[in-house]
Protein backbone atom coordinates (compact mmCIF):
# COMPACT_ATOMS: atom_id res chain seq x y z
CA UNK A 1 0.00 0.00 0.00
CA UNK A 2 1.79 3.28 -1.19
CA UNK A 3 1.24 5.81 1.57
CA UNK A 4 2.14 10.00 1.51
CA UNK A 5 3.91 11.07 4.27
CA UNK A 6 2.34 14.49 5.38
CA UNK A 7 4.29 17.08 6.14
CA UNK A 8 2.44 18.21 9.22
CA UNK A 9 4.70 16.16 11.31
CA UNK A 10 6.68 18.94 13.11
CA UNK A 11 5.65 16.99 16.04
CA UNK A 12 6.27 13.77 14.78
CA UNK A 13 4.29 11.35 16.39
CA UNK A 14 5.27 12.52 20.19
CA UNK A 15 2.22 13.75 22.18
CA UNK A 16 4.37 14.83 25.32
CA UNK A 17 7.09 12.80 25.83
CA UNK A 18 8.93 12.01 22.54
CA UNK A 19 7.10 8.90 21.82
CA UNK A 20 4.20 7.28 20.36
CA UNK A 21 2.25 6.40 22.94
CA UNK A 22 0.20 9.15 25.56
CA UNK A 23 0.77 9.24 29.28
CA UNK A 24 -0.62 6.15 30.65
CA UNK A 25 -1.16 6.00 34.37
CA UNK A 26 -0.42 2.78 34.68
CA UNK A 27 1.12 -0.15 32.21
CA UNK A 28 -1.26 -3.12 30.81
CA UNK A 29 -1.60 -6.04 33.03
CA UNK A 30 -1.85 -8.53 30.16
CA UNK A 31 1.79 -9.05 29.61
CA UNK A 32 1.32 -9.74 25.79
CA UNK A 33 -0.11 -5.95 25.32
CA UNK A 34 2.20 -4.65 27.43
CA UNK A 35 5.12 -6.36 25.04
CA UNK A 36 3.19 -4.96 22.21
CA UNK A 37 3.00 -1.51 23.27
CA UNK A 38 6.50 -1.25 24.63
CA UNK A 39 7.37 -3.04 21.13
CA UNK A 40 5.65 -0.31 18.84
CA UNK A 41 7.02 2.79 21.29
CA UNK A 42 11.05 1.15 20.96
CA UNK A 43 10.15 1.18 16.96
CA UNK A 44 9.15 4.30 16.85
CA UNK A 45 11.80 5.77 18.81
CA UNK A 46 14.15 3.98 16.20
CA UNK A 47 12.57 5.76 13.35
CA UNK A 48 10.61 2.51 12.50
CA UNK A 49 6.80 3.50 12.21
CA UNK A 50 5.46 0.62 9.96
CA UNK A 51 6.86 -1.37 12.63
CA UNK A 52 5.17 0.82 15.39
CA UNK A 53 2.08 0.93 13.27
CA UNK A 54 1.73 -3.21 13.10
CA UNK A 55 2.62 -3.39 16.81
CA UNK A 56 0.19 -1.14 17.68
CA UNK A 57 -2.38 -3.00 15.81
CA UNK A 58 -1.45 -6.30 17.73
CA UNK A 59 -2.06 -4.31 20.90
CA UNK A 60 -5.27 -2.74 20.06
CA UNK A 61 -6.80 -5.97 19.46
CA UNK A 62 -5.40 -7.66 22.92
CA UNK A 63 -6.79 -4.69 24.49
CA UNK A 64 -10.10 -5.60 22.98
CA UNK A 65 -10.14 -8.87 23.32
CA UNK A 66 -9.46 -8.02 27.76
CA UNK A 67 -11.88 -5.79 27.32
CA UNK A 68 -9.22 -3.19 29.06
CA UNK A 69 -10.76 0.38 28.82
CA UNK A 70 -7.35 1.95 29.53
CA UNK A 71 -5.41 0.21 27.24
CA UNK A 72 -7.83 0.55 24.32
CA UNK A 73 -7.79 4.44 24.94
CA UNK A 74 -3.70 4.23 24.87
CA UNK A 75 -3.25 1.43 21.75
CA UNK A 76 -5.85 3.08 19.84
CA UNK A 77 -4.99 6.85 20.18
CA UNK A 78 -1.14 5.41 19.11
CA UNK A 79 -2.21 3.73 16.07
CA UNK A 80 -4.33 6.84 14.90
CA UNK A 81 -1.60 9.02 15.37
CA UNK A 82 0.76 6.42 12.96
CA UNK A 83 -2.13 5.94 10.99
CA UNK A 84 -2.75 10.02 10.80
CA UNK A 85 1.03 10.80 10.25
CA UNK A 86 1.24 8.41 6.83
CA UNK A 87 -2.30 10.56 5.44
CA UNK A 88 -5.00 8.36 6.79
CA UNK A 89 -6.71 11.19 8.76
CA UNK A 90 -10.10 9.98 8.40
CA UNK A 91 -9.43 6.11 9.36
CA UNK A 92 -7.15 8.10 12.46
CA UNK A 93 -10.37 10.17 13.16
CA UNK A 94 -12.68 7.02 13.72
CA UNK A 95 -10.25 5.60 16.01
CA UNK A 96 -10.12 8.51 18.14
CA UNK A 97 -13.86 7.82 18.53
CA UNK A 98 -13.30 4.75 20.04
CA UNK A 99 -10.50 6.09 22.30
CA UNK A 100 -12.84 8.66 23.71
CA UNK A 101 -15.14 6.07 24.29
CA UNK A 102 -12.39 3.66 26.12
CA UNK A 103 -11.59 6.85 27.94
CA UNK A 104 -15.15 7.77 29.43
CA UNK A 105 -15.54 4.18 30.40
CA UNK A 106 -12.04 4.24 32.37
CA UNK A 107 -12.62 7.47 33.78
CA UNK A 108 -9.67 10.06 34.34
CA UNK A 109 -8.17 12.97 32.13
CA UNK A 110 -8.25 12.86 28.71
CA UNK A 111 -6.31 16.08 27.67
CA UNK A 112 -3.54 13.62 26.08
CA UNK A 113 -6.99 12.26 24.19
CA UNK A 114 -7.38 15.95 23.12
CA UNK A 115 -4.12 17.05 22.16
CA UNK A 116 -4.02 14.00 19.57
CA UNK A 117 -6.95 14.77 18.31
CA UNK A 118 -5.99 17.77 17.41
CA UNK A 119 -3.02 16.53 15.52
CA UNK A 120 -4.90 14.08 13.87
CA UNK A 121 -8.03 16.42 12.98
CA UNK A 122 -5.28 18.96 11.52
CA UNK A 123 -3.22 16.37 9.28
CA UNK A 124 -6.96 15.43 7.79
CA UNK A 125 -7.61 19.06 6.84
CA UNK A 126 -10.46 19.81 9.51
CA UNK A 127 -8.16 22.76 11.03
CA UNK A 128 -11.41 24.17 13.44
CA UNK A 129 -11.87 20.60 15.08
CA UNK A 130 -7.76 20.25 15.20
CA UNK A 131 -8.31 23.92 17.10
CA UNK A 132 -11.68 22.93 19.02
CA UNK A 133 -9.23 19.84 20.56
CA UNK A 134 -6.14 22.00 21.28
CA UNK A 135 -8.01 24.74 23.34
CA UNK A 136 -9.71 22.04 25.31
CA UNK A 137 -6.10 20.71 26.32
CA UNK A 138 -4.95 23.79 27.26
CA UNK A 139 -8.14 24.65 29.26
CA UNK A 140 -8.31 21.22 30.99
CA UNK A 141 -5.05 19.37 30.55
CA UNK A 142 -2.12 18.89 32.71
CA UNK A 143 0.52 21.26 31.92
CA UNK A 144 2.69 19.48 29.52
CA UNK A 145 -0.72 18.56 27.95
CA UNK A 146 -1.06 22.12 27.55
CA UNK A 147 1.93 23.10 26.28
CA UNK A 148 2.13 21.16 23.89
CA UNK A 149 -1.32 22.01 22.92
CA UNK A 150 -0.07 25.21 22.48
CA UNK A 151 2.50 24.49 20.21
CA UNK A 152 -0.27 22.72 17.77
CA UNK A 153 -2.40 26.12 17.96
CA UNK A 154 0.84 27.83 16.87
CA UNK A 155 1.33 25.95 14.34
CA UNK A 156 -2.16 26.44 12.71
CA UNK A 157 -1.77 30.04 13.67
CA UNK A 158 1.51 30.42 11.15
CA UNK A 159 -0.47 28.21 8.60
CA UNK A 160 -2.93 30.10 8.48
CA UNK A 161 -0.83 33.65 8.77
CA UNK A 162 -2.66 34.79 11.58
CA UNK A 163 0.06 36.74 13.55
CA UNK A 164 -1.68 37.55 16.47
CA UNK A 165 -2.29 34.32 16.72
CA UNK A 166 1.15 33.17 16.96
CA UNK A 167 2.14 35.64 18.84
CA UNK A 168 -0.01 34.76 21.77
CA UNK A 169 0.95 31.35 21.87
CA UNK A 170 4.66 31.92 21.03
CA UNK A 171 4.43 34.64 24.27
CA UNK A 172 3.55 31.56 26.78
CA UNK A 173 5.97 29.46 25.50
CA UNK A 174 8.89 31.72 25.95
CA UNK A 175 7.95 31.91 29.63
CA UNK A 176 7.47 28.45 30.01
CA UNK A 177 10.37 25.74 31.64
CA UNK A 178 10.28 23.53 28.81
CA UNK A 179 12.24 20.10 27.85
CA UNK A 180 13.30 17.68 25.49
CA UNK A 181 10.86 17.81 22.97
CA UNK A 182 8.61 20.64 23.75
CA UNK A 183 11.96 22.74 23.79
CA UNK A 184 12.43 21.71 20.76
CA UNK A 185 8.95 22.63 19.33
CA UNK A 186 9.66 26.25 20.92
CA UNK A 187 12.55 26.69 18.68
CA UNK A 188 10.65 25.96 15.63
CA UNK A 189 7.63 28.60 16.71
CA UNK A 190 10.41 31.05 17.76
CA UNK A 191 11.91 30.52 14.14
CA UNK A 192 7.92 30.55 12.60
CA UNK A 193 7.30 34.35 14.33
CA UNK A 194 10.80 35.71 12.83
CA UNK A 195 9.87 34.19 9.55
CA UNK A 196 6.35 35.67 9.45
CA UNK A 197 8.32 39.27 10.19
CA UNK A 198 10.56 38.62 7.91
CA UNK A 199 13.64 38.11 9.11
CA UNK A 200 15.31 35.33 8.00
CA UNK A 201 18.67 35.50 9.38
CA UNK A 202 17.36 35.03 12.81
CA UNK A 203 14.72 32.38 11.62
CA UNK A 204 17.72 30.56 10.26
CA UNK A 205 19.40 30.53 13.76
CA UNK A 206 16.11 29.16 15.71
CA UNK A 207 15.96 26.69 12.86
CA UNK A 208 19.68 25.60 13.48
CA UNK A 209 19.02 25.40 16.76
CA UNK A 210 15.52 23.13 16.37
CA UNK A 211 17.76 20.99 14.39
CA UNK A 212 20.38 20.48 16.95
CA UNK A 213 17.75 19.81 19.83
CA UNK A 214 15.89 17.20 17.52
CA UNK A 215 19.82 15.62 17.13
CA UNK A 216 20.81 15.04 20.87
CA UNK A 217 17.31 13.75 21.18
CA UNK A 218 18.33 10.88 18.46
CA UNK A 219 15.14 12.37 16.42
CA UNK A 220 16.02 12.43 13.15
CA UNK A 221 13.65 12.81 10.87
CA UNK A 222 12.26 16.01 12.86
CA UNK A 223 15.95 17.25 12.43
CA UNK A 224 15.77 16.76 9.01
CA UNK A 225 12.82 19.03 8.86
CA UNK A 226 14.07 21.72 10.91
CA UNK A 227 17.02 21.39 8.18
CA UNK A 228 14.87 21.74 5.48
CA UNK A 229 13.55 25.01 7.40
CA UNK A 230 16.70 26.09 8.03
CA UNK A 231 17.64 25.59 4.13
CA UNK A 232 14.34 28.02 3.04
CA UNK A 233 15.73 30.48 5.77
CA UNK A 234 19.42 30.88 4.52
CA UNK A 235 17.91 31.37 0.94
CA UNK A 236 16.11 34.11 1.98
CA UNK A 237 19.11 35.07 3.69
CA UNK A 238 21.13 35.01 0.45
CA UNK A 239 23.30 32.26 1.96
CA UNK A 240 22.81 29.83 -0.89
CA UNK A 241 25.69 28.01 -0.68
CA UNK A 242 24.28 27.16 3.06
CA UNK A 243 20.81 26.29 1.45
CA UNK A 244 21.93 23.97 -0.64
CA UNK A 245 24.39 22.19 1.88
CA UNK A 246 21.22 21.93 4.19
CA UNK A 247 19.21 20.76 1.11
CA UNK A 248 21.46 17.82 0.73
CA UNK A 249 21.38 17.19 3.99
CA UNK A 250 17.97 16.76 4.49
CA UNK A 251 18.17 14.51 1.70
CA UNK A 252 20.38 12.69 3.16
CA UNK A 253 19.03 11.80 6.06
CA UNK A 254 15.24 11.14 5.13
CA UNK A 255 16.95 8.76 2.20
CA UNK A 256 18.75 6.98 5.15
CA UNK A 257 15.56 6.78 7.70
CA UNK A 258 13.59 5.33 4.34
CA UNK A 259 11.83 8.31 3.62
CA UNK A 260 12.41 7.77 -0.03
CA UNK A 261 9.61 10.48 -1.27
CA UNK A 262 10.08 12.90 1.09
CA UNK A 263 13.45 12.80 -0.05
CA UNK A 264 13.06 12.70 -4.03
CA UNK A 265 10.57 15.24 -3.57
CA UNK A 266 13.62 17.77 -2.15
CA UNK A 267 15.98 17.06 -5.31
CA UNK A 268 13.89 19.07 -7.75
CA UNK A 269 14.85 22.48 -4.92
CA UNK A 270 18.62 21.15 -5.56
CA UNK A 271 18.21 21.96 -9.15
CA UNK A 272 16.75 24.72 -8.58
CA UNK A 273 19.89 26.32 -6.18
CA UNK A 274 22.32 25.29 -8.30
CA UNK A 275 21.04 27.57 -11.30
CA UNK A 276 20.35 30.71 -8.43
CA UNK A 277 24.00 29.64 -6.93
CA UNK A 278 25.56 29.60 -10.30
CA UNK A 279 27.12 26.24 -9.43
CA UNK A 280 28.82 24.46 -12.45
CA UNK A 281 27.06 21.16 -11.46
CA UNK A 282 27.02 19.17 -8.04
CA UNK A 283 29.92 17.24 -5.98
CA UNK A 284 29.64 13.58 -7.34
CA UNK A 285 28.76 12.02 -4.34
CA UNK A 286 26.04 14.10 -4.00
CA UNK A 287 24.58 12.83 -7.60
CA UNK A 288 25.24 9.45 -6.60
CA UNK A 289 23.26 9.89 -3.33
CA UNK A 290 20.33 11.40 -5.71
CA UNK A 291 20.46 8.67 -8.11
CA UNK A 292 19.60 6.00 -5.38
CA UNK A 293 17.28 8.12 -3.98
CA UNK A 294 15.13 7.88 -7.72
CA UNK A 295 16.26 4.29 -8.13
CA UNK A 296 15.32 3.06 -4.76
CA UNK A 297 12.14 0.79 -4.27
CA UNK A 298 9.04 1.76 -2.31
CA UNK A 299 10.13 1.46 1.38
CA UNK A 300 6.38 0.87 3.26
CA UNK A 301 6.03 -2.59 3.98
CA UNK A 302 2.23 -4.45 4.39
CA UNK A 303 1.49 -2.89 7.22
CA UNK A 304 -1.27 -5.18 7.65
CA UNK A 305 1.14 -8.27 8.61
CA UNK A 306 1.63 -9.82 11.72
CA UNK A 307 4.48 -8.76 13.14
CA UNK A 308 7.08 -10.86 15.74
CA UNK A 309 8.17 -9.88 19.28
CA UNK A 310 12.06 -9.53 19.49
Known sequence: MRRQIRRWAPLGLAILTGCASPRTEDPPRDPALAEAMQAAAKAFREGQPDRA???YRVALQRARAADDPVAVRDAATSLALVLAAYGHGETALVLIGEARQAAREAGGPVGALDVAEARIAWSAGDAERAEASARRAVETGRRD???????????????AADRAGLEEQADVLVRENLRGALAAERLRILGYRQQMDRRPETALDYFVREADAWHRLDRYEDQARAQRRAAAMAEQAGRLDEALDRTYRS??????????????????????LVGVAGWPEVPGHWQRLFDEVRARPEFHENALSEPTME
Open 53 to 55: ERF
Open 145 to 159: EGRAARVILAELAFA
Open 251 to 272: IRSFHALGRREEAAALIPEVGR
